[in-house]
Protein backbone atom coordinates (compact mmCIF):
# COMPACT_ATOMS: atom_id res chain seq x y z
CA UNK A 1 0.00 0.00 0.00
CA UNK A 2 3.05 2.27 0.97
CA UNK A 3 4.32 1.35 -1.83
CA UNK A 4 1.30 2.03 -4.30
CA UNK A 5 1.16 5.67 -2.42
CA UNK A 6 5.03 6.07 -3.53
CA UNK A 7 5.00 5.14 -6.97
CA UNK A 8 1.07 7.18 -7.46
CA UNK A 9 3.02 10.28 -5.55
CA UNK A 10 6.09 10.06 -7.91
CA UNK A 11 3.77 9.57 -10.81
CA UNK A 12 2.22 12.77 -10.06
CA UNK A 13 5.41 14.74 -9.37
CA UNK A 14 6.60 13.29 -12.81
CA UNK A 15 3.29 14.81 -14.42
CA UNK A 16 3.80 17.89 -12.79
CA UNK A 17 7.34 18.78 -13.65
CA UNK A 18 6.00 21.66 -15.87
CA UNK A 19 3.57 22.81 -14.00
CA UNK A 20 4.22 25.66 -11.20
CA UNK A 21 3.20 26.16 -7.57
CA UNK A 22 1.10 28.60 -6.88
CA UNK A 23 0.18 30.23 -3.23
CA UNK A 24 -3.39 31.58 -2.78
CA UNK A 25 -4.59 33.55 0.16
CA UNK A 26 -7.82 34.16 0.47
CA UNK A 27 -8.26 36.50 3.40
CA UNK A 28 -11.74 36.99 4.26
CA UNK A 29 -14.28 34.57 5.63
CA UNK A 30 -16.82 35.16 3.35
CA UNK A 31 -18.27 32.15 1.59
CA UNK A 32 -18.84 33.52 -1.13
CA UNK A 33 -15.46 35.16 -1.73
CA UNK A 34 -13.76 31.40 -1.00
CA UNK A 35 -16.20 29.94 -4.12
CA UNK A 36 -14.19 32.54 -6.36
CA UNK A 37 -10.89 31.11 -5.23
CA UNK A 38 -11.85 28.00 -4.44
CA UNK A 39 -12.89 27.75 -8.56
CA UNK A 40 -9.63 28.92 -10.02
CA UNK A 41 -7.71 27.06 -7.63
CA UNK A 42 -9.53 23.68 -8.82
CA UNK A 43 -9.03 25.04 -11.94
CA UNK A 44 -5.34 25.53 -11.70
CA UNK A 45 -5.11 21.85 -10.16
CA UNK A 46 -6.62 20.44 -13.03
CA UNK A 47 -4.44 22.50 -15.66
CA UNK A 48 -1.59 20.03 -13.79
CA UNK A 49 -0.18 22.67 -11.26
CA UNK A 50 0.14 22.46 -7.70
CA UNK A 51 -1.60 25.05 -4.81
CA UNK A 52 -1.42 25.81 -1.55
CA UNK A 53 -4.95 27.28 -0.37
CA UNK A 54 -4.50 29.94 2.83
CA UNK A 55 -8.70 30.36 3.38
CA UNK A 56 -10.76 29.73 6.74
CA UNK A 57 -12.64 26.80 3.95
CA UNK A 58 -9.98 23.96 4.51
CA UNK A 59 -11.59 21.17 1.64
CA UNK A 60 -13.41 18.10 3.51
CA UNK A 61 -12.10 15.86 0.83
CA UNK A 62 -8.38 15.94 -0.41
CA UNK A 63 -7.81 16.96 -4.12
CA UNK A 64 -4.15 15.47 -5.20
CA UNK A 65 -1.98 18.84 -5.80
CA UNK A 66 -4.30 21.21 -3.58
CA UNK A 67 -2.70 21.68 -0.29
CA UNK A 68 -4.51 23.49 2.24
CA UNK A 69 -3.09 26.13 5.20
CA UNK A 70 -6.00 26.76 7.69
CA UNK A 71 -6.39 30.01 9.40
CA UNK A 72 -9.26 29.61 11.61
CA UNK A 73 -8.53 33.30 13.22
CA UNK A 74 -9.11 35.02 10.72
CA UNK A 75 -13.23 33.62 11.62
CA UNK A 76 -12.45 34.92 15.17
CA UNK A 77 -11.83 38.35 14.50
CA UNK A 78 -14.24 38.81 10.94
CA UNK A 79 -17.35 37.00 12.52
CA UNK A 80 -18.77 40.35 14.32
CA UNK A 81 -18.19 42.12 10.67
CA UNK A 82 -20.81 39.69 9.46
CA UNK A 83 -23.36 39.56 11.57
CA UNK A 84 -23.14 43.50 11.98
CA UNK A 85 -23.93 43.46 7.99
CA UNK A 86 -27.70 43.85 8.47
CA UNK A 87 -26.96 47.18 9.85
CA UNK A 88 -25.30 48.35 7.71
CA UNK A 89 -27.47 49.56 4.84
CA UNK A 90 -28.97 51.92 8.33
CA UNK A 91 -25.60 54.09 7.95
CA UNK A 92 -24.46 56.75 5.93
CA UNK A 93 -21.98 55.53 3.26
CA UNK A 94 -19.33 58.09 3.98
CA UNK A 95 -19.44 56.12 7.75
CA UNK A 96 -19.56 52.39 6.29
CA UNK A 97 -16.13 53.13 4.03
CA UNK A 98 -14.14 54.01 7.11
CA UNK A 99 -15.70 50.82 8.55
CA UNK A 100 -14.40 48.64 5.78
CA UNK A 101 -10.90 50.06 6.47
CA UNK A 102 -11.22 49.01 10.37
CA UNK A 103 -12.21 45.74 9.12
CA UNK A 104 -9.79 45.45 6.84
CA UNK A 105 -7.36 45.96 9.86
CA UNK A 106 -8.64 43.34 11.60
CA UNK A 107 -8.49 40.73 9.01
CA UNK A 108 -4.99 41.72 7.51
CA UNK A 109 -4.13 41.45 11.28
CA UNK A 110 -6.00 38.24 12.02
CA UNK A 111 -4.33 36.55 9.13
CA UNK A 112 -1.01 37.41 9.69
CA UNK A 113 -1.47 36.69 13.82
CA UNK A 114 -2.94 33.00 13.14
CA UNK A 115 -0.54 30.67 14.13
CA UNK A 116 -1.36 28.07 11.32
CA UNK A 117 0.05 31.05 9.22
CA UNK A 118 2.91 31.44 10.67
CA UNK A 119 4.13 28.68 11.05
CA UNK A 120 3.44 28.87 7.28
CA UNK A 121 5.75 31.50 6.83
CA UNK A 122 8.97 29.86 8.57
CA UNK A 123 8.28 27.02 6.19
CA UNK A 124 10.21 28.11 3.39
CA UNK A 125 8.76 26.66 1.14
CA UNK A 126 8.82 28.40 -2.92
CA UNK A 127 6.56 29.44 -5.15
CA UNK A 128 6.27 30.73 -8.75
CA UNK A 129 3.63 33.13 -8.23
CA UNK A 130 1.07 34.45 -5.00
CA UNK A 131 -2.00 34.94 -5.93
CA UNK A 132 -3.36 37.10 -3.51
CA UNK A 133 -7.26 37.67 -3.05
CA UNK A 134 -7.67 41.58 -2.63
CA UNK A 135 -9.81 42.47 0.10
CA UNK A 136 -8.74 45.46 2.28
CA UNK A 137 -5.48 43.43 3.24
CA UNK A 138 -2.63 45.63 1.15
CA UNK A 139 -0.14 44.41 3.75
CA UNK A 140 -0.06 40.99 2.71
CA UNK A 141 0.57 41.97 -1.50
CA UNK A 142 4.27 42.14 0.45
CA UNK A 143 3.96 37.95 0.75
CA UNK A 144 5.37 38.15 -2.89
CA UNK A 145 7.87 39.34 -1.92
CA UNK A 146 8.67 37.02 1.28
CA UNK A 147 8.20 34.16 -1.30
CA UNK A 148 10.11 36.30 -4.21
CA UNK A 149 7.65 35.70 -6.70
CA UNK A 150 5.44 37.70 -8.67
CA UNK A 151 2.00 39.29 -7.74
CA UNK A 152 -1.14 38.34 -8.66
CA UNK A 153 -4.12 39.81 -7.25
CA UNK A 154 -7.64 38.19 -7.42
CA UNK A 155 -10.48 40.43 -6.64
CA UNK A 156 -14.23 38.61 -5.52
CA UNK A 157 -16.18 41.97 -6.30
CA UNK A 158 -15.60 44.81 -8.70
CA UNK A 159 -12.94 47.12 -9.24
CA UNK A 160 -12.23 49.26 -6.24
CA UNK A 161 -9.86 51.95 -5.99
CA UNK A 162 -7.38 50.42 -4.32
CA UNK A 163 -7.68 47.52 -6.67
CA UNK A 164 -7.48 49.67 -9.71
CA UNK A 165 -3.93 51.47 -8.01
CA UNK A 166 -2.38 48.04 -8.00
CA UNK A 167 -2.11 48.16 -12.09
CA UNK A 168 -2.59 51.54 -12.65
CA UNK A 169 -6.25 50.92 -14.72
CA UNK A 170 -7.94 54.16 -15.52
CA UNK A 171 -11.11 55.04 -14.12
CA UNK A 172 -12.25 57.63 -15.49
CA UNK A 173 -14.94 59.58 -12.88
CA UNK A 174 -17.11 61.09 -15.69
CA UNK A 175 -19.04 57.67 -16.24
CA UNK A 176 -17.19 55.23 -14.07
CA UNK A 177 -19.12 55.39 -10.81
CA UNK A 178 -18.09 54.20 -8.04
CA UNK A 179 -18.89 50.97 -6.67
CA UNK A 180 -20.76 51.86 -3.65
CA UNK A 181 -22.76 53.98 -5.19
CA UNK A 182 -26.50 53.55 -6.71
CA UNK A 183 -25.38 54.60 -10.48
CA UNK A 184 -24.72 53.47 -13.67
CA UNK A 185 -22.59 54.58 -16.83
CA UNK A 186 -24.99 57.16 -17.46
CA UNK A 187 -24.58 59.66 -14.72
CA UNK A 188 -26.49 63.16 -14.80
CA UNK A 189 -24.26 66.16 -13.78
CA UNK A 190 -25.49 65.77 -10.08
CA UNK A 191 -24.60 62.49 -9.70
CA UNK A 192 -21.26 62.88 -11.63
CA UNK A 193 -20.51 65.91 -8.45
CA UNK A 194 -21.20 63.27 -6.26
CA UNK A 195 -18.89 60.74 -7.67
CA UNK A 196 -16.43 62.86 -7.65
CA UNK A 197 -16.67 64.00 -4.25
CA UNK A 198 -16.90 60.40 -2.83
CA UNK A 199 -14.00 59.50 -4.72
CA UNK A 200 -12.30 62.36 -3.77
CA UNK A 201 -13.06 61.41 0.17
CA UNK A 202 -12.28 57.88 -0.67
CA UNK A 203 -8.48 58.56 -2.00
CA UNK A 204 -8.20 61.33 0.69
CA UNK A 205 -8.99 58.32 3.30
CA UNK A 206 -7.04 55.64 1.45
CA UNK A 207 -4.03 58.17 1.68
CA UNK A 208 -3.79 59.23 5.13
CA UNK A 209 -5.56 56.54 7.26
CA UNK A 210 -6.43 53.03 5.26
CA UNK A 211 -2.47 52.74 3.70
CA UNK A 212 -0.69 54.06 6.57
CA UNK A 213 -2.82 51.36 8.47
CA UNK A 214 -1.67 48.75 6.08
CA UNK A 215 2.00 50.01 6.13
CA UNK A 216 2.31 49.92 9.66
CA UNK A 217 0.84 45.79 9.56
CA UNK A 218 3.35 45.54 6.59
CA UNK A 219 6.53 46.50 8.11
CA UNK A 220 5.07 44.79 11.26
CA UNK A 221 4.58 41.16 9.82
CA UNK A 222 7.05 40.53 7.08
CA UNK A 223 10.27 42.70 8.82
CA UNK A 224 12.21 41.19 6.22
CA UNK A 225 10.84 42.62 3.17
CA UNK A 226 12.95 45.44 1.28
CA UNK A 227 10.41 47.15 -0.92
CA UNK A 228 8.59 49.81 0.37
CA UNK A 229 4.94 49.49 0.99
CA UNK A 230 3.76 52.07 -1.59
CA UNK A 231 5.80 50.93 -4.16
CA UNK A 232 4.92 47.12 -3.76
CA UNK A 233 1.39 47.71 -3.89
CA UNK A 234 1.54 49.28 -7.42
CA UNK A 235 3.82 46.72 -8.70
CA UNK A 236 1.11 43.65 -9.27
CA UNK A 237 1.54 41.61 -12.40
CA UNK A 238 -2.61 40.58 -13.12
CA UNK A 239 -5.70 41.26 -11.76
CA UNK A 240 -8.26 39.39 -12.51
CA UNK A 241 -11.47 41.08 -11.73
CA UNK A 242 -15.11 39.41 -10.65
CA UNK A 243 -17.00 40.97 -13.33
CA UNK A 244 -17.89 40.89 -17.42
CA UNK A 245 -18.72 43.61 -19.71
CA UNK A 246 -21.83 42.00 -20.69
CA UNK A 247 -22.89 42.00 -16.91
CA UNK A 248 -21.54 45.57 -16.55
CA UNK A 249 -20.76 48.54 -18.96
CA UNK A 250 -17.90 49.28 -21.28
CA UNK A 251 -15.08 51.09 -19.23
CA UNK A 252 -11.22 51.24 -19.81
CA UNK A 253 -8.45 48.48 -18.19
CA UNK A 254 -4.64 48.26 -18.07
CA UNK A 255 -3.86 45.11 -19.76
CA UNK A 256 -3.04 43.47 -17.43
CA UNK A 257 -6.50 43.62 -15.24
CA UNK A 258 -8.50 41.06 -16.74
CA UNK A 259 -12.07 40.52 -16.59
CA UNK A 260 -12.90 37.00 -15.55
CA UNK A 261 -16.98 37.27 -14.01
CA UNK A 262 -18.09 33.68 -13.53
CA UNK A 263 -15.12 32.28 -12.92
CA UNK A 264 -16.93 30.15 -10.15
CA UNK A 265 -19.89 29.16 -12.81
CA UNK A 266 -18.76 25.44 -14.16
CA UNK A 267 -21.76 25.09 -16.25
CA UNK A 268 -22.30 21.47 -14.79
CA UNK A 269 -25.82 21.04 -13.15
CA UNK A 270 -26.63 18.22 -10.57
CA UNK A 271 -29.95 16.85 -9.93
CA UNK A 272 -32.07 18.59 -7.65
CA UNK A 273 -32.57 16.76 -3.81
CA UNK A 274 -35.86 15.09 -4.86
CA UNK A 275 -38.27 17.58 -2.25
CA UNK A 276 -37.06 20.47 -3.20
CA UNK A 277 -37.33 19.77 -6.98
CA UNK A 278 -41.06 17.96 -6.07
CA UNK A 279 -41.49 21.20 -4.14
CA UNK A 280 -40.99 23.23 -7.50
CA UNK A 281 -41.85 20.94 -10.20
CA UNK A 282 -45.40 21.11 -8.35
CA UNK A 283 -45.73 24.35 -8.62
CA UNK A 284 -48.73 25.69 -10.90
CA UNK A 285 -47.34 29.16 -11.68
CA UNK A 286 -43.82 28.60 -11.26
CA UNK A 287 -41.42 29.29 -8.08
CA UNK A 288 -39.35 32.09 -6.88
CA UNK A 289 -36.15 31.69 -4.78
CA UNK A 290 -35.02 34.11 -1.87
CA UNK A 291 -31.39 34.20 -0.87
CA UNK A 292 -30.09 37.12 0.88
CA UNK A 293 -26.45 35.16 0.16
CA UNK A 294 -23.83 33.25 2.49
CA UNK A 295 -23.46 36.45 4.82
CA UNK A 296 -26.29 37.77 5.48
CA UNK A 297 -28.55 35.33 7.48
CA UNK A 298 -32.61 35.69 7.62
CA UNK A 299 -32.94 34.26 11.14
CA UNK A 300 -30.71 37.02 12.19
CA UNK A 301 -33.77 39.75 10.71
CA UNK A 302 -35.93 41.49 13.19
CA UNK A 303 -39.26 39.85 13.81
CA UNK A 304 -40.95 42.69 12.36
CA UNK A 305 -39.30 42.64 9.04
CA UNK A 306 -39.96 38.47 8.84
CA UNK A 307 -43.31 39.12 9.44
CA UNK A 308 -43.97 41.90 6.55
CA UNK A 309 -41.73 39.16 4.20
CA UNK A 310 -44.14 36.79 5.26
CA UNK A 311 -47.04 39.01 4.63
CA UNK A 312 -45.81 39.33 1.08
CA UNK A 313 -45.70 35.50 0.38
CA UNK A 314 -49.14 34.54 2.13
CA UNK A 315 -51.55 34.18 -0.68
CA UNK A 316 -49.03 34.64 -3.31
CA UNK A 317 -49.93 32.22 -6.62
CA UNK A 318 -46.11 31.42 -6.66
CA UNK A 319 -44.25 29.12 -4.60
CA UNK A 320 -41.20 30.03 -2.61
CA UNK A 321 -37.48 28.98 -1.79
CA UNK A 322 -36.63 30.96 1.29
CA UNK A 323 -32.78 30.39 2.76
CA UNK A 324 -34.02 30.73 6.16
CA UNK A 325 -31.26 29.25 8.60
CA UNK A 326 -34.21 28.29 11.15
CA UNK A 327 -35.80 24.42 11.00
CA UNK A 328 -38.87 26.35 12.92
CA UNK A 329 -40.42 29.95 11.36
CA UNK A 330 -43.60 30.30 12.63
CA UNK A 331 -46.46 31.93 10.50
CA UNK A 332 -45.22 30.05 7.70
CA UNK A 333 -47.43 29.76 4.61
CA UNK A 334 -47.93 26.63 2.61
CA UNK A 335 -46.07 27.59 -0.44
CA UNK A 336 -43.02 28.68 1.33
CA UNK A 337 -40.22 26.06 1.44
CA UNK A 338 -37.01 26.97 4.41
CA UNK A 339 -33.61 25.72 4.14
CA UNK A 340 -30.55 26.60 5.24
CA UNK A 341 -28.90 25.28 2.54
CA UNK A 342 -30.45 25.50 -1.54
CA UNK A 343 -28.28 24.46 -4.47
CA UNK A 344 -28.54 27.86 -5.93
CA UNK A 345 -27.38 27.68 -9.64
CA UNK A 346 -29.12 24.21 -9.78
CA UNK A 347 -32.65 26.23 -9.12
CA UNK A 348 -32.10 29.12 -10.79
CA UNK A 349 -31.32 26.67 -13.86
CA UNK A 350 -34.93 24.68 -13.05
CA UNK A 351 -37.38 26.48 -15.64
CA UNK A 352 -40.06 27.08 -13.59
CA UNK A 353 -38.22 29.15 -10.88
CA UNK A 354 -39.07 32.51 -12.65
CA UNK A 355 -37.12 35.23 -10.56
CA UNK A 356 -34.69 35.28 -8.14
CA UNK A 357 -34.73 37.69 -4.63
CA UNK A 358 -31.76 38.40 -3.52
CA UNK A 359 -29.27 41.35 -2.15
CA UNK A 360 -27.73 42.03 -5.51
CA UNK A 361 -24.32 40.37 -4.49
CA UNK A 362 -21.84 40.07 -7.61
CA UNK A 363 -21.59 36.32 -7.64
CA UNK A 364 -25.15 35.97 -7.38
CA UNK A 365 -26.50 38.43 -10.25
CA UNK A 366 -24.15 36.72 -12.57
CA UNK A 367 -25.33 33.51 -11.83
CA UNK A 368 -29.13 34.90 -12.03
CA UNK A 369 -28.07 36.47 -16.02
CA UNK A 370 -26.32 33.35 -16.85
CA UNK A 371 -29.84 30.78 -16.15
CA UNK A 372 -31.79 33.99 -17.61
CA UNK A 373 -33.73 34.95 -14.28
CA UNK A 374 -34.76 38.01 -13.46
CA UNK A 375 -33.77 39.99 -9.89
CA UNK A 376 -35.43 41.80 -7.29
CA UNK A 377 -32.77 43.13 -5.47
CA UNK A 378 -32.62 44.40 -1.62
CA UNK A 379 -29.32 45.45 -2.07
CA UNK A 380 -27.30 45.91 1.86
CA UNK A 381 -23.99 46.93 1.38
CA UNK A 382 -21.06 47.36 -1.19
CA UNK A 383 -21.00 46.74 -4.85
CA UNK A 384 -25.09 45.43 -4.07
CA UNK A 385 -26.39 49.06 -4.91
CA UNK A 386 -24.11 49.37 -7.94
CA UNK A 387 -25.09 46.14 -8.92
CA UNK A 388 -28.98 46.64 -8.69
CA UNK A 389 -28.72 49.99 -10.04
CA UNK A 390 -27.44 48.20 -13.08
CA UNK A 391 -30.04 45.43 -13.28
CA UNK A 392 -33.20 48.41 -13.34
CA UNK A 393 -30.93 50.51 -15.77
CA UNK A 394 -31.12 47.39 -18.33
CA UNK A 395 -34.49 46.39 -17.24
CA UNK A 396 -33.78 42.60 -15.62
CA UNK A 397 -34.56 43.77 -12.27
CA UNK A 398 -36.03 45.55 -9.30
CA UNK A 399 -34.35 47.51 -6.85
CA UNK A 400 -36.26 47.88 -3.62
CA UNK A 401 -35.13 49.56 -0.16
CA UNK A 402 -34.77 46.85 2.54
CA UNK A 403 -35.09 49.44 5.00
CA UNK A 404 -38.69 50.51 4.35
CA UNK A 405 -39.54 47.24 2.78
CA UNK A 406 -42.99 46.25 3.67
CA UNK A 407 -45.53 43.16 2.45
CA UNK A 408 -47.68 45.19 -0.12
CA UNK A 409 -44.16 46.82 -1.75
CA UNK A 410 -42.55 43.38 -2.23
CA UNK A 411 -45.60 41.43 -3.01
CA UNK A 412 -46.32 43.81 -5.43
CA UNK A 413 -42.73 43.70 -6.92
CA UNK A 414 -42.94 39.98 -7.34
CA UNK A 415 -45.96 39.87 -9.09
CA UNK A 416 -44.66 42.58 -11.71
CA UNK A 417 -41.48 40.64 -12.24
CA UNK A 418 -43.22 37.57 -12.68
CA UNK A 419 -46.33 38.97 -15.18
CA UNK A 420 -44.51 41.16 -17.12
CA UNK A 421 -42.36 39.43 -19.37
CA UNK A 422 -39.84 42.47 -20.38
CA UNK A 423 -37.94 41.34 -17.30
CA UNK A 424 -37.04 37.55 -18.98
CA UNK A 425 -36.26 38.53 -22.27
CA UNK A 426 -33.88 41.01 -21.46
CA UNK A 427 -32.08 38.72 -18.41
CA UNK A 428 -32.17 36.08 -21.25
CA UNK A 429 -30.87 38.87 -23.62
CA UNK A 430 -27.67 39.20 -21.12
CA UNK A 431 -27.24 35.42 -20.81
CA UNK A 432 -26.84 34.88 -24.59
CA UNK A 433 -24.34 37.74 -24.42
CA UNK A 434 -22.57 37.14 -21.49
CA UNK A 435 -22.39 33.03 -22.92
CA UNK A 436 -20.94 34.22 -26.24
CA UNK A 437 -16.97 34.57 -25.16
CA UNK A 438 -13.90 33.04 -26.75
CA UNK A 439 -12.92 31.28 -23.97
CA UNK A 440 -15.21 30.51 -20.40
CA UNK A 441 -13.69 33.06 -17.65
CA UNK A 442 -12.05 30.46 -15.88
CA UNK A 443 -10.53 29.36 -19.23
CA UNK A 444 -8.92 33.12 -19.40
CA UNK A 445 -8.32 33.63 -15.70
CA UNK A 446 -5.99 30.23 -15.84
CA UNK A 447 -4.40 31.48 -19.63
CA UNK A 448 -3.06 34.85 -17.78
CA UNK A 449 -1.94 33.33 -14.33
CA UNK A 450 0.05 31.02 -16.23
CA UNK A 451 0.88 33.77 -18.88
CA UNK A 452 2.21 36.01 -16.21
CA UNK A 453 4.03 33.37 -14.11
CA UNK A 454 5.81 31.76 -17.53
CA UNK A 455 7.03 35.71 -18.19
CA UNK A 456 8.75 36.02 -14.61
CA UNK A 457 5.91 38.73 -13.81
CA UNK A 458 5.22 40.05 -17.34
CA UNK A 459 6.79 43.39 -16.39
CA UNK A 460 6.12 44.67 -19.86
CA UNK A 461 2.50 44.62 -19.01
CA UNK A 462 3.02 46.89 -16.69
CA UNK A 463 1.71 50.23 -17.46
CA UNK A 464 4.05 53.98 -16.77
CA UNK A 465 1.08 55.05 -14.87
CA UNK A 466 2.17 53.22 -11.65
CA UNK A 467 5.72 55.28 -11.62
CA UNK A 468 3.82 58.36 -11.69
CA UNK A 469 2.84 60.79 -8.86
CA UNK A 470 -0.85 62.15 -9.02
CA UNK A 471 0.13 65.44 -10.67
CA UNK A 472 1.88 63.40 -12.95
CA UNK A 473 -0.93 61.00 -13.88
CA UNK A 474 -3.44 64.29 -14.34
CA UNK A 475 -0.73 66.36 -16.37
CA UNK A 476 -1.14 68.91 -13.33
CA UNK A 477 2.35 70.00 -14.20
CA UNK A 478 1.41 70.26 -17.57
CA UNK A 479 -1.57 72.34 -17.16
CA UNK A 480 -0.25 74.63 -15.17
CA UNK A 481 2.27 75.34 -17.59
CA UNK A 482 -0.13 75.44 -20.77
CA UNK A 483 -2.57 78.02 -18.58
CA UNK A 484 0.73 80.22 -17.29
CA UNK A 485 1.56 80.54 -20.83
CA UNK A 486 -1.64 81.00 -22.04
CA UNK A 487 -2.30 83.71 -19.17
CA UNK A 488 0.72 85.16 -20.16
CA UNK A 489 0.00 85.38 -23.40
CA UNK A 490 -3.51 86.90 -22.57
CA UNK A 491 -2.83 89.22 -19.98
CA UNK A 492 1.10 89.68 -19.70
CA UNK A 493 1.75 90.77 -23.51
CA UNK A 494 -1.34 93.32 -23.17
CA UNK A 495 -0.38 94.63 -19.68
CA UNK A 496 3.06 94.75 -21.14
CA UNK A 497 1.94 97.00 -24.00
CA UNK A 498 -0.63 98.82 -22.11
CA UNK A 499 3.01 99.65 -19.65
CA UNK A 500 5.09 100.63 -22.21
CA UNK A 501 2.60 102.57 -24.24
CA UNK A 502 1.77 104.92 -21.03
CA UNK A 503 5.64 105.23 -20.27
CA UNK A 504 6.25 106.03 -24.11
CA UNK A 505 2.83 109.23 -23.70
CA UNK A 506 4.50 110.13 -20.21
CA UNK A 507 7.85 110.50 -21.79
CA UNK A 508 5.98 112.52 -24.88
CA UNK A 509 4.42 114.88 -22.37
CA UNK A 510 7.45 115.20 -20.83
CA UNK A 511 9.36 116.30 -23.53
CA UNK A 512 6.28 118.23 -25.17
CA UNK A 513 6.07 120.37 -21.73
CA UNK A 514 9.91 120.65 -21.57
CA UNK A 515 9.51 122.08 -25.38
CA UNK A 516 6.46 124.37 -24.10
CA UNK A 517 8.92 125.65 -21.01
CA UNK A 518 11.68 126.66 -23.39
CA UNK A 519 9.31 128.83 -25.40
C1 LIG B 1 14.16 28.33 6.73
O1 LIG B 1 15.33 29.05 6.40
C2 LIG B 1 16.00 29.60 7.51
C3 LIG B 1 17.18 30.46 6.99
O2 LIG B 1 17.45 30.25 5.65
C4 LIG B 1 16.47 28.50 8.44
O3 LIG B 1 17.09 29.06 9.58
C5 LIG B 1 15.25 27.69 8.87
O4 LIG B 1 15.65 26.59 9.68
C6 LIG B 1 14.48 27.17 7.68
N1 LIG B 1 13.25 26.55 8.14
C7 LIG B 1 12.80 25.38 7.67
C8 LIG B 1 11.52 24.87 8.26
O5 LIG B 1 13.37 24.75 6.80
C1 LIG C 1 7.98 44.42 -8.85
O1 LIG C 1 7.74 43.04 -9.04
C2 LIG C 1 8.80 42.32 -9.65
C3 LIG C 1 8.37 40.87 -9.77
O2 LIG C 1 7.16 40.74 -10.40
C4 LIG C 1 10.07 42.45 -8.83
O3 LIG C 1 11.13 41.84 -9.50
C5 LIG C 1 10.38 43.91 -8.59
O4 LIG C 1 11.48 44.04 -7.72
C6 LIG C 1 9.19 44.62 -7.97
N1 LIG C 1 9.47 46.05 -7.81
C7 LIG C 1 9.04 46.76 -6.74
C8 LIG C 1 9.41 48.21 -6.73
O5 LIG C 1 8.39 46.28 -5.84
C1 LIG D 1 -39.81 17.09 -12.08
O1 LIG D 1 -40.17 17.27 -13.43
C2 LIG D 1 -39.21 16.77 -14.36
C3 LIG D 1 -39.65 17.17 -15.77
O2 LIG D 1 -41.02 17.20 -15.91
C4 LIG D 1 -39.06 15.27 -14.20
O3 LIG D 1 -38.10 14.77 -15.10
C5 LIG D 1 -38.65 14.98 -12.76
O4 LIG D 1 -38.57 13.58 -12.53
C6 LIG D 1 -39.62 15.61 -11.77
N1 LIG D 1 -39.08 15.40 -10.43
C7 LIG D 1 -39.83 15.11 -9.36
C8 LIG D 1 -39.12 14.89 -8.08
O5 LIG D 1 -41.03 15.06 -9.40
Not at 45 to 70: A, R
Not at 406 to 434: D, L
Not at 447 to 459: D, K, S
Request: contains cysteine.
Amino acid sequence: MRLFALILGLLFSLGCSNGYKFLMILNSAGRSHFNVGHALAKGLVNSGHEITVVSVFPLKKPLPGYQDVNVPNVIKVMGGDIAALWESNKKLLVKNLIDHYQMGFRITRGLFEDPNFQDFLKSNQSYDAVICETFYNDAQYGLAEHFNAPLIGLSTGGGLTFISDMVGSPAPASFVPHIMLPFNDHMSLYERLLNVAFLAYERLLLDYYYLPGQEQLYKEFLPGNKRCFYEMRRNASLVLINQHVSLSFPRPYSPNMIEVGGMHIDGKLSPLPEKIERFINESEHGAIYFSMGSNLKSKDLPPAKIQEILGAFRGLKQRVLWKFELNDLPNKPENVYISDWFPQTDILAHSKVLAFVTHGGMLSTTESIYHGKPVIGLPIFSDQFFNMAHAEQTGYGIMLDFKSLNSKEFREAIERITSEPSYTKVVQGMSFRYRDQQQTPLEKAIYWVEHVTRHQGAAYLQSAAQRLNWWQYHNVDVLLIIFGVAIFLLVGIPLAIFKLLKKFLSEEKKTQSRKVKRN
